[in-house]
């Protein structure tokens, strides 16, 4: 077998219900899962595993998520900027992003209350 990997309470129970299910209704394996004895048993090492993984992704995607917003806060930062430059053509677009924005150096981001200046 490979190695062991952490198992949660959540993987034993998948684990049981899945057993339990498997093997007509016998219930002492389950229960041993359940109880966190059988820890090493295949099929909660697979539940284990298969969380692990799916944690893995999702944080995969949320690193993603924030760079991009991150990268899209500074762009908007720009807009308004430049857009809020007394240039005499006014400046519609920066109250609007500033409105959806709120306020982008602090990071608050509050759409509540009023924004545009």
């Excluded at 007509?24 to 295949?42: C, E, F, T, Y």
């Excluded at 993603?64 to 807009?79: K, S, T």
């Amino acid at each position: 077998m490979t190695d062991e990997i952490e198992v949660t309470q959540a993987d034993r129970e998948a684990a049981a219900s899945g057993y339990f299910a498997w093997c007509s209704g016998n219930p002492v394996i389950p229960d041993r899962m359940k109880a966190g004895q059988a820890d090493d048993h295949s099929m909660v090492q697979a539940f284990a595993r298969h969380r692990a993984a799916a944690l893995q992704s999702l944080a995969a995607q949320l690193a993603e998520a924030r760079a991009e917003n991150e990268r899209l806060r500074g762009a908007l930062g720009l807009i308004i900027e430049n857009e809020s430059a007394d240039t005499g053509y006014g400046n519609s677009s920066a109250k609007i992003a500033l409105a959806a924005l709120g306020d982008w150096k602090s990071g608050a981001g509050d759409l509540g209350g009023d924004h545009v200046r």
